[in-house]
Each structure stands twice: as C-alpha cells, then as structure tokens.
C-alpha cells in the first residue's frame, strides 16, 4: 500500500540493544531505521527467528515522549506483504481444483461484471490479478479516504472504476484494486469472511497466533506498538496510527509480529504451502518486468530472494528472505521523515541486512 513521509525532528536520543558493531552500521545516516516513541520505531529478527538487533531512536524531547523501546514481539502493519498470503490462498484453491488461473474475473465473480464495477472484466483472468497485469486502477484515493467508514469491497471496486485505465491488460501496473477482487474470490469459493480464510489456510497451521486482518474501519493494531507519523493536508505531522483497516484488507491490512513474519515466508519458500510451479506465480517477475539481481543484497553469500515489502502511511515493514527459507529479516519502521528522505527507507533496510549477514570485507 501507498506511504507518506514526514519531517525531520530534533535532536535524537537512542534506545540501543545491539552488539557494537551492528549498533554503528544502524545509526549510520545510511543505515538508520527508524525512531521510538511518538516519532517511530524498529524491530527485527535475524538468523533463523533469533533475536538479532532491536534499536529506536526518538527525536522527541523525552518528557513529551509516552514509551520505551518498542518490543521484538510488538504486532506492526505488515503492508503490502500481505499480498504473498492472499496470492497464496487463492493458489491453494487452484490446486484444491476449485479455481484455474486461466478462469476470467467474469465468470468467476460474475456480479462485478453485471454491475460494471471493472471494466473489461471477461478479459481479466485470475493470473491477470496476481501478477498485477489487469490494468485495473487503483482505488486509493478521495473515494476511499474516510477514516471511520467501512468500506466494503464493492465501495473500493466502484472508487476505482472512477479512474482511468493505466495500461492495457496483460502489462504490468502497480494496483491494490486485483487484491481486493482476489479476497472476494477467496470469500464466494470458500464461503468464509477473508480474515477467517487467512487464518484457516495461513496463520492457524503455521502457529501464527499473533496475526490477523481486522476488518473494520477503527480496529487497529492490539497491545503496544509503536505509532508513526503522516502529513496532512497543510503539512502538519499526525499520528497515523489509525488507518482505515477497510481500505487495506487483501491488498495490504493483515498485522502481525517479526517472529511471525518469519515463520510464513520460511514456510512458503520451504514449499510448505503451494507446490513449487504455483509458488512460481507469485515469485516469478510478470510477463515484460525484469529479473532482480541474483544474489540479493549479499550478492549469494548468504543468498536473499527478492521482494517481500510493504508501507502506508507512517510505517515501512519488509521482511526478506533466503530462497532455501533458512534465513529472514523481518523489520517494521515507524516513519517521522519528509518524502524525499523516506524514499531513502528501503536502502537503509538493505544496509542494515548488510550489516547483520553480508561477511565483513
């Protein structure tokens, strides 16, 4: 899902537990993660779910600041990370016979075409959604911004359709709109809500006690967690700690802990959850996008597959992994930082995995 950025503060004061030399590569202007307290936080899991640096650093004076360091176990908003576990679940039901990726949006959902909420929608396969190749647009936007309305599905299909179509069907576009239609697939063949679905498929085998997708618009993150920061329409900071769980739902609204975060992405590239050539639509790039670099941030020693981000406003989550599942780093960053430097964020991420797996040259 979309972020925003947001300012810089005053002087930082750190909440460090990390060994020294990990310490100095994450307080690096390069390599900084983010603030605890009201201007943010970090955690992360390291070499096979162990506990490998926890850090925040709060640029807020501390007597106005509510918290401490955030814990490793804290639940975050996992993004667009969210997307692998909604892919996955409709890739079950291909294999389960009760779904082909060659079947068209139409037949399958056949009310969205009745009711023109996509348009072109018996060109649209199921592939189409997953691979994001559709050239549906996306819904985000005026439509969809009331922060205590719950929006159904249809309202997010109907935001959409509102705007033009980027790109012609079969090339890749960027939009959060195929993963809500993948939810709504998911719903009609299982007779089940999304969230009770993921959970059944997903979170309930893989012990994932601490994940789930809320499904209103005030529910929001359970326990302590760190909150971040978005700019307004005039440009001041607000928490943004309360996003609308309505717009997100397939596309991006499931929540859950670095631990747990760990534990799919092991679990999925394991082939634990889809077969190997199922496993391949989703990581597989689409149809005209080029191959990632081989080797990931490590350049293959240790191996990191690609991919395996998300963000809204005030946070950045992203958990990488090795393509044999023996390695992750799970990471969630609560953002106080202008848009030019939070283009910054996904670098500093890579440098701090560096610091943590890369062999010191």
């Given at each position: 899902?979309?972020?925003?950025?947001?300012?810089?503060?005053?002087?930082?004061?750190?909440?460090?537990?990390?060994?020294?030399?990990?310490?100095?590569?994450?307080?690096?202007?390069?390599?900084?993660?983010?603030?605890?307290?009201?201007?943010?936080?970090?955690?992360?899991?390291?070499?096979?779910g162990r506990q490998a640096c926890r850090k925040g650093?709060?640029?807020?004076?501390?007597?106005?600041?509510?918290?401490?360091?955030?814990?490793?176990?804290?639940?975050?908003?996992i993004g667009s990370q969210t997307k692998t576990m909604?892919?996955?679940?409709?890739?079950?039901?291909?294999?389960?016979?009760?779904?082909?990726?060659?079947?068209?949006?139409?037949?399958?959902?056949?009310?969205?075409?009745?009711?023109?909420?996509?348009?072109?929608?018996?060109?649209?396969?199921?592939?189409?959604?997953?691979?994001?190749?559709?050239?549906?647009?996306?819904?985000?936007?005026?439509?969809?911004?009331?922060?205590?309305?719950?929006?159904?599905?249809?309202?997010?299909?109907?935001?959409?359709?509102?705007?033009?179509?980027?790109?012609?069907?079969?090339?890749?576009?960027?939009?959060?709109?195929?993963?809500?239609?993948?939810?709504?697939?998911?719903?009609?063949?299982?007779?089940?809500?999304?969230?009770?679905?993921?959970?059944?498929?997903?979170?309930?085998?893989?012990?994932?006690?601490?994940?789930?997708?809320?499904?209103?618009?005030?529910?929001?993150?359970?326990?302590?967690?760190?909150?971040?920061?978005?700019?307004?329409?005039?440009?001041?900071?607000?928490?943004?700690?309360?996003?609308?769980?309505?717009?997100?739902?397939?596309?991006?609204?499931?929540?859950?802990?670095?631990?747990?975060?760990?534990?799919?992405?092991?679990?999925?590239?394991?082939?634990?959850?889809?077969?190997?050539?199922?496993?391949?639509?989703?990581?597989?790039?689409?149809?005209?996008?080029?191959?990632?670099?081989?080797?990931?941030?490590?350049?293959?020693?240790?191996?990191?597959?690609?991919?395996?981000?998300?963000?809204?406003?005030?946070?950045?989550?992203?958990?990488?992994?090795?393509?044999?599942?023996?390695?992750?780093?799970?990471?969630?960053?609560?953002?106080?930082?202008?848009?030019?430097?939070?283009?910054?964020?996904?670098?500093?991420?890579?440098?701090?995995?560096?610091?943590?797996?890369?062999?010191?040259?």
């Amino acid at each position: 899902m979309r972020g925003a950025g947001l300012e810089r503060g005053p002087a930082r004061h750190r909440l460090d537990s990390c060994r020294p030399r990990q310490a100095r590569e994450c307080a690096k202007g390069d390599g900084r993660l983010g603030e605890d307290g009201p201007r943010g936080g970090s955690h992360r899991r390291g070499v096979r779910g162990r506990q490998a640096c926890r850090k925040g650093i709060s640029r807020v004076p501390p007597a106005r600041r509510k918290g401490g360091a955030i814990p490793s176990t804290a639940r975050y908003r996992i993004g667009s990370q969210t997307k692998t576990m909604t892919a996955t679940a409709v890739l079950q039901l291909v294999k389960e016979g009760k779904l082909s990726l060659d079947d068209e949006l139409s037949e399958v959902l056949p009310k969205v075409a009745e009711k023109d909420l996509v348009e072109r929608a018996d060109e649209i396969t199921v592939r189409n959604l997953i691979q994001l190749t559709s050239g549906i647009p996306d819904y985000i936007g005026p439509d969809t911004s009331d922060p205590t309305r719950d929006y159904r599905p249809t309202d997010l299909l109907a935001a959409s359709r509102n705007n033009a179509r980027p790109v012609e069907i079969g090339t890749f576009n960027y939009s959060n709109t195929n993963y809500i239609l993948l939810g709504m697939i998911i719903e009609k063949l299982s007779g089940r809500p999304l969230a009770a679905e993921l959970n059944r498929r997903l979170f309930a085998p893989l012990g994932m006690r601490d994940t789930y997708l809320p499904t209103k618009a005030a529910e929001g993150i359970k326990g302590p967690h760190g909150h971040g920061y978005a700019p307004d329409e005039t440009g001041t900071m607000r928490d943004a700690d309360k996003i609308n769980a309505t717009t997100m739902l397939g596309a991006g609204g499931v929540i859950s802990t670095a631990r747990e975060m760990s534990v799919f992405q092991r679990a999925f590239r394991q082939g634990k959850l889809l077969p190997a050539s199922l496993t391949k639509v989703i990581t597989d790039p689409p149809p005209g996008q080029p191959s990632p670099p081989a080797g990931g941030a490590c350049s293959g020693n240790p191996e990191f597959a690609a991919g395996g981000g998300g963000s809204a406003p005030g946070f950045t989550a992203a958990t990488l992994t090795s393509s044999d599942g023996r390695l992750q780093f799970a990471v969630s960053l609560t953002l106080a930082m202008d848009d030019a430097e939070r283009g910054t964020v996904p670098s500093r991420i890579t440098n701090a995995l560096k610091s943590l797996f890369c062999p010191a040259k």
